[in-house]
């Protein structure tokens, strides 16, 4: 296990489709963060999970936003009725949990909503 | 969460030491200082950390003043591939659960 892995990297659909992102943190990671980020601008937070548990989420989660992390290791990022402005790289990050500690992220989801 | 303060953008030369400074003015006892980097189509990556003084590794530099509120980012020797939007950020990436990146600094390295 090398890294935080996403798929796909890319990802096109027309408006209106509902899409699916999946995230394989770092084997040991209890903490996995989801994060969407537009040209120019930094990470925002999304939503972030302590095992199999949804602790947090954004207020940008919309109700169209769902996330699942079934069994404490990969997480998947489901987006219904897309919009344009869903538009973005969606990244994830794991990390041990343990203070101090950084987080790792994948390499992301780049999602074109036509 | 501290809010952090950075330069959008600066330019530097190959060869050349390259210093960014963030401010975090309201940054908490227990709040670490930590740097990312970041590559067009990527996602960032971890560059150092630091609670305060000097803290050094194969990448970079962080320095700390006493007073917390603020950090200079040091890059030695510069080349083309360290052109790349850096973040600082300043929290417990594990306790904040809503860590704000901002905009970053826009780091040019020109030949």
């Known amino acids: 296990d090398t890294g935080v892995s996403q798929d796909p990297r890319h990802k096109i659909t027309k408006r209106g489709q509902n899409v699916t992102f999946r995230c394989d943190p770092i084997?040991?990671?209890?903490?996995l963060y989801w994060y969407r980020q537009t040209l120019g601008q930094g990470p925002e937070f999304l939503t972030y999970?302590?095992?199999?548990?949804?602790?947090?989420k954004s207020r940008l989660l919309s109700d169209r936003f769902s996330a699942e992390r079934p069994k404490g290791s990969f997480s998947t990022l489901e987006i219904q009725r897309t919009e344009q402005g869903d538009s973005a790289m969606y990244l994830c990050a794991s990390s041990l949990g343990t203070s101090g500690t950084e987080q790792f992220f994948g390499p992301g989801t780049r999602l074109t909503v036509l | 969460l501290a809010k952090t303060t950075q330069p959008i953008s600066m330019d530097s030369y190959e060869g050349q030491e390259v210093n960014i400074t963030c401010s975090h003015n309201?940054?908490?006892?227990?709040?670490?200082i930590t740097w990312y980097q970041q590559f067009p189509s990527q996602g960032p990556r971890f560059i150092i950390q630091g609670y305060k003084t000097k803290v050094t590794n194969e990448v970079a530099s962080l320095f700390i003043p006493a007073d917390r509120k603020s950090s200079t980012l040091s890059l030695p020797r510069v080349s083309l591939s360290d052109t790349a939007v850096y973040y600082c950020l300043v929290g417990d990436l594990n306790r904040d659960d809503k860590i704000i990146f901002g905009k970053g600094t826009r780091l040019h390295i020109l030949p």
């Open positions: 309201n940054i908490a006892t227990n709040d670490y």
């Open positions: 999970f302590q095992n199999e548990a949804q602790l947090e």
């Open positions: 084997s040991e990671h209890n903490r």
